[in-house]
């Protein structure tokens, strides 16, 4: 019971989110005279062979990687009270600069790819950056500079594509830059099936879920389990009390900023490295803005997003047995937006009850115990640490674990 | 204070997550087909982002096929791409894994992922429509369904050269791509040949790689509202469904417009818009689409070439509805005539 009550408002809210929006959809569909388990029939289909139904796990987890990467670096930056909704522009500037680099270099395999992979880094995390040095230096919410900064990036990643940068033959009608050399490719992971004993699909799967992985886990531990971590959280609760605790405030704002522009650098990675190899006019766009939505699904925590990503890239495959099946493809438009708009309103509701149980509760500290990565935590005692003085956040560690709630609901306000 | 920002940022960034979410995949919905009779024919059709019910280029499309259908019988499957069109090879590889051919993908953005496909299905066949076969790869069993958009282009700048009483017009493009600078340089071209000292603005709504300029109004208007204050009095858009607001903008100035793809006289239901539609550019995807889905009935598709559609075949033209070109009808076929005599050979690019 106990361990269900502090779980609770975090699992709870995301799942009653997920809940809510399949109910709303159903009676949307319902009204539209179309049979609803029927459709959710299709979307969890995937397939007769034990080929095609690998290629739709292939297809879904190809599609999560770079939603996942989008929603971390949002998420980054959220857990610091910072929306960088310039991720869109930071990956698509960084992607067409690697791409590149990377065409314009021989090198060995490794090192080929490791220089794409640290161009992209660099160049988002200096646009995201500008963000950051705007914010702490001249007061520029960073939610309108990121803004504006993404219409700036396009057309720089638009003049770079069209201009320098042009691969493509005069006169082909899609422009690109030139092809990457096979030494920057990276190989996909088909070998992996084979060795489970499952079918070997004609797609790839990206190797870069392997470095998604790896930055997940290491956001993960940075932001649970380092000073940095403890510090970046704090600042999102209060900055005041931060800074008066000895953290630097302002310091934390260009760090926070350029970590999450180094993670939104490789949303375009895995495409980039495991199947255009160029950037192109139509390569994929949009991600940082999905990247919102599954950051907010997700609840920020590093965990949270990958199942977000994960739920978000499965709707996405169903567009298309959908369409097959004489569905509306609409449907899982519906569905995604119910989910962002439900995820909100949950959160809020999630948020109340945890207040009200730690009303009744009394203030006991010791019910706020801290859960794996510090994301987790219930928001029993979160008002109280966000609202003490510089001591209360500077007390002890622990309390770390308990303001990141607050940092959460926050952003789910 | 404080709590405001933040509220207010938190809806900013929850309104611009809902808006990716709920983009451009507008009515991207199938429908069966109105094949009675049931044919063995099972079309595939995959839509560019837009999807059906764009009242223009993917419309046009399914014109042609719903006339194919009523002709030979048979069946069609509509696909629409994800919001982000990422999912393009997965439309045309599920078409032809299910058994549908032909399979006919509409729009030059399958050109990237086209050509693997048709390798991986050489038993289908398939046809892009605004692809060239040599952008693909050259796959022997893919056909490109392509047009003279910039001879259509060239009799629309005359047109408006004739008429224009400010000796300025304008051409507002949709995205800057290849494609659409072929519709600008003849429309150029077509101006200057009338009036070698006509003014000609250019503008384009959204730079290459940023493809919201096919579908964003109120970007249009503002872009045609600034070419009339500034002088112009006929504008002519390539802009897809932002074309509206090249309109709307007319409307506004009480000058004169020229539509694109397809009759847009007929498609535009405001009768304030249809009296500013002097004519449209037509480009006859369905003509094309049709003749495609005609000649795979009747086995003769030669496939790995481009079947061009040009003023000779009527595969572009101008539309005449609302007759505000009548009077110069005799100038455009003199035009017409030069350029597929040869005597005029109108450029495609910029």
Redesign the interface.
């Known amino acids: 019971m106990r361990v269900l009550r502090r779980l609770g408002p975090t699992v709870l809210a995301p799942v009653l989110a997920v809940v809510v929006a399949v109910v709303i959809s159903a009676l949307v569909m319902a009204a539209l005279r179309v049979d609803p388990l029927r459709v959710f029939a299709v979307m969890v289909d995937f397939g007769d062979t034990p080929t095609?139904q690998m290629t739709a796990v292939v297809?879904v987890l190809n599609?999560a990687v770079p939603l996942f990467l989008a929603g971390l670096a949002v998420a980054v930056a959220f857990r610091m009270?910072l929306?960088n909704?310039g991720v869109e522009g930071q990956y698509?500037l960084a992607t067409v600069m690697a791409a590149a680099v990377g065409a314009a270099v021989a090198l060995p395999g490794p090192l080929h790819v490791l220089l794409i992979v640290v161009v992209a880094m660099a160049v988002a995390a200096i646009w995201a950056g500008i963000v950051a040095v705007l914010k702490v230096t001249r007061g520029v919410?960073e939610?309108i500079s990121s803004?504006m900064l993404n219409f700036i990036a396009?057309?720089i990643?638009?003049?770079l594509?069209?201009g320098p940068f042009r691969g493509s033959p005069?006169?082909?009608?899609?422009?690109s830059t030139a092809e990457i050399p096979r030494s920057g490719w990276m190989p996909g992971l088909n070998g992996v099936f084979g060795l489970l004993g499952l079918a070997d699909p004609?797609r790839q799967l990206y190797g870069f879920l392997l470095v998604a992985i790896v930055v997940g886990v290491g956001i993960a531990v940075l932001l649970g389990r380092t000073r940095f971590g403890f510090d970046l959280r704090a600042t999102g609760l209060s900055p005041s009390a931060a800074q008066a605790s000895g953290v630097d405030s302002r310091g934390m704002v260009v760090k926070t900023m350029l970590l999450s522009g180094a993670v939104a650098g490789l949303i375009g990675m895995p495409?980039l490295l495991g199947a255009?190899h160029a950037y192109?006019?139509?390569?994929?766009?949009?991600?940082g803005?999905?990247g919102?939505?599954v950051a907010?699904l997700g609840r920020n925590s590093p965990v949270g997003i990958a199942l977000a990503a994960l739920l978000f890239a499965f709707l996405?495959?169903a567009?298309?047995?959908l369409?097959?099946a004489?569905?509306?493809?609409?449907v899982?438009?519906i569905i995604?937006?119910t989910i962002?708009?439900a995820v909100?309103v949950s959160n809020e509701v999630a948020r109340r009850i945890a207040l009200r149980s730690a009303e009744r509760g009394g203030a006991a500290p010791a019910v706020a115990a801290a859960t794996g990565d510090g994301s987790t935590g219930p928001g029993q005692t979160a008002d109280g640490a966000a609202v003490g003085t510089g001591a209360g956040v500077g007390r002890t560690a622990g309390a770390g674990q308990q303001t990141t709630t607050d940092a959460r609901q926050?952003?789910?306000? | 204070m404080k709590a405001n920002?933040?509220?207010m940022?938190?809806l900013?960034?929850?309104s611009?997550?809902?808006?990716?979410?709920?983009?451009d995949?507008s009515?991207?919905?199938?429908?069966?087909g109105s094949g009675e009779n049931g044919g063995d024919l099972q079309i595939g059709l995959a839509f560019d982002t837009g999807g059906e019910g764009d009242r223009s280029f993917n419309d046009a499309a399914v014109a042609g096929v719903d006339a194919a259908i009523k002709e030979h019988g048979g069946t069609v499957?509509?696909?629409?791409?994800?919001?982000?069109?990422?999912?393009r090879a997965?439309?045309l590889t599920?078409?032809a894994?299910?058994g549908f051919d032909p399979v006919i993908a509409v729009g030059?953005?399958y050109?990237?992922v086209i050509g693997d496909v048709a390798q991986?299905y050489p038993d289908v066949t398939f046809a892009q429509v605004?692809?060239?076969v040599a952008?693909a790869g050259n796959p022997s069993n893919l056909t490109g369904l392509v047009f003279a958009e910039e001879q259509g282009s060239f009799l629309a700048g005359a047109a408006a050269a004739l008429k224009t009483e400010a000796n300025h017009v304008g051409f507002v493009g949709g995205v800057?791509?290849?494609?659409i600078q072929k519709f600008e340089a003849g429309y150029v071209a077509g101006a200057k040949a009338v009036k070698p000292d006509i003014t000609v603005d250019v503008q384009y709504i959204s730079?290459?790689?940023?493809?919201t300029g096919f579908n964003d109004p109120a970007r249009a208007q503002i872009v045609a509202q600034g070419m009339y204050d500034g002088g112009a009095d006929i504008v002519y858009h390539a802009a897809g469904g932002s074309g509206i607001g090249v309109f709307q903008a007319a409307a506004a100035s009480d000058e004169r417009a020229i539509g694109v793809d397809s009759d847009q006289y007929q498609t535009v239901d405001d009768p304030a818009l249809k009296a500013v539609i002097m004519t449209s550019m037509l480009k006859r995807v369905d003509v094309a689409v049709d003749n495609f889905i005609g000649e795979y009935v009747d086995g003769n598709v030669t496939g790995g070439q481009d079947e061009v559609y040009d003023l000779a075949r009527d595969g572009v033209g101008l539309a005449t509805s609302g007759g505000q070109i009548d009077d110069i009808q005799t100038q455009l076929d003199d035009y017409e005539q030069q350029i597929t005599s040869g005597q005029i050979t109108v450029p495609?690019?910029p």
Request: glycine share 10%.
């Open positions: 095609q297809v599609r009270g929306f909704i698509r919410s939610v803004i396009l057309g990643a638009s003049f594509l069209t005069e006169g082909a009608s899609i422009i004609p495409d255009t192109t006019t139509d390569f994929t766009s949009g991600l803005f999905l919102i939505a907010l996405d495959r567009l298309v047995p369409q097959i004489q569905y509306p493809a609409s899982i438009t995604q937006g962002v708009l909100v926050e952003t789910g306000a | 920002a933040r509220v940022a938190v900013l960034a929850g611009t997550a809902l808006a990716a979410c709920a983009s995949e009515s991207g919905g199938s429908s069966s499957t509509k696909l629409s791409p994800n919001a982000d069109a990422s999912n997965d439309l599920q078409l894994d299910q030059f953005a050109s990237e991986q605004d692809g060239h952008d800057q791509t290849p494609l730079p290459a790689g940023d493809f495609t690019t």
